[in-house]
């Protein structure tokens, strides 16, 4: 099959490897492969041993590039917002051809120049997204490709995460054989493919349920303007159902799938099904509402830290309300749970591409959906950050020159009235397997 067009969205999670193909055609846009392999090498989203994370992603490259009937050599990776920083960046350069209409390379120019000032040392730049630039004093331009000019300015938002997490994930990449075009912040991804207009205009709140972790973004006036990484998911459910009911990981997992809903409420008591209890030769029986009540206590944990999270930036009650995506999401009744936490304004986003029809494939797709709308602006301001490692080092940043993070506390999102949490119906479970779940 021909590769034109093509562009390869890798989700390297902590319990799954996602990979979604897919081909553009002018305004159309066709998934035509996609694989899964399960993760190893990965701890809380971040990598913790790169030959075991590469050889999982060539695992799920092959399943892909089998089913699409095409060779993968370049991809697009996600990056999680573990501590992302948001820093507003400005550049100016002088244009320098002799009849002064500005080129692409003027463009990058004035990106590496506005990378070039008082990042900080241990960061990379994951982003750039250009608000505007200004040509000889006039501003609002999206796209300043040969306009005539003698001074070109750039006004943009810089979002930067650990060097480290990005090394390790570009060496996994390359051990796997691949090469990587370019990284992409995960909740910026999410919140311009999988929202509406007006969602991502007014104001909506992505959670995004993951294995190994859960994020919650504040897309607002169609920018991302605040990320919260809790370091619990799908995982730590997991884990508190093979502590409780005594049963190894993997039927701990297989039991979540497979009789697990996210809301006891929905549950019914008389519905059994056998655990393999270690120590025990004969399997003993458990209810499906006993096991949501473990489920359920876990995720109100999750969701208090991330609606107190919230509430300090002011992002409750915003009105596209709340967005769930990501693999733990496909918990029955997780919709009907978060509303008993949150408020009624909940939705599931699920993709209805066939074969992707799971919540767990959202990521992956929403990179490759990201990367393959860019415009050449985008795309050169991109392959100014791939390159900026090899053109410029970072230079360490003096206390007057170091930039600050936008204030959100200038976001008025809810009104001065102090919102409160819906009471847990699942604080008394919660309380009573509470030492189950002290894992520091």
Known sequence: MNNSGVTVGLDIGTTSIKVVIAQTAGNQFNVIGAGSAPSRGLRRGVIVDIDTTAAAIREAIDQAQEKANIKITDVVVGVPANQVEIINVNGLVSIANQNKRITYQDVQNVAQQALSNGLPADRDVIELVAEEFVVDGFDGIKDPHEMIGVRLEMHGVAYVGPSKILDNTRMAIQKAGLNLQEFILSPLALGTTILNDGEQDFGTVLIDLGGGQTSAAVIHDRKL???????????????????????????????????????????????????????????????????????????????????????????????????????????????????QLLGDNVRLFVPDQIGLRHPSYTRALAYSVFASRENMVQQVIKQTIMNRREVTPNPEPTPSEAPQQESYDSYQYVDDATVAPREGWFGKIRQKINNLFNED
């Open 225 to 339: 303007k605040y990320t919260f990484v809790d370091i619990e998911g799908g995982d730590s459910v997991t884990k508190d159902i093979s502590t409780v009911l005594g049963t190894s990981y993997i039927n701990a997992e297989r039991i979540k799938r497979d009789y697990g809903f996210a809301d006891p409420l929905q549950t019914d008591q008389d519905n059994d099904f056998p655990v393999e209890v270690i120590g025990e030769v004969v399997p003993k029986q458990f209810d499906e509402k006993y096991l949501s009540e473990i489920i359920a206590a876990r995720l109100e944990q999750m969701f208090t830290r991330i609606f107190d999270h919230l509430q300090q930036v002011n992002a409750l009650n915003m009105p596209g309300g709340f967005v769930l995506t990501g693999g733990n999401a496909a918990l029955p009744k997780m919709v009907d749970f978060t509303k």
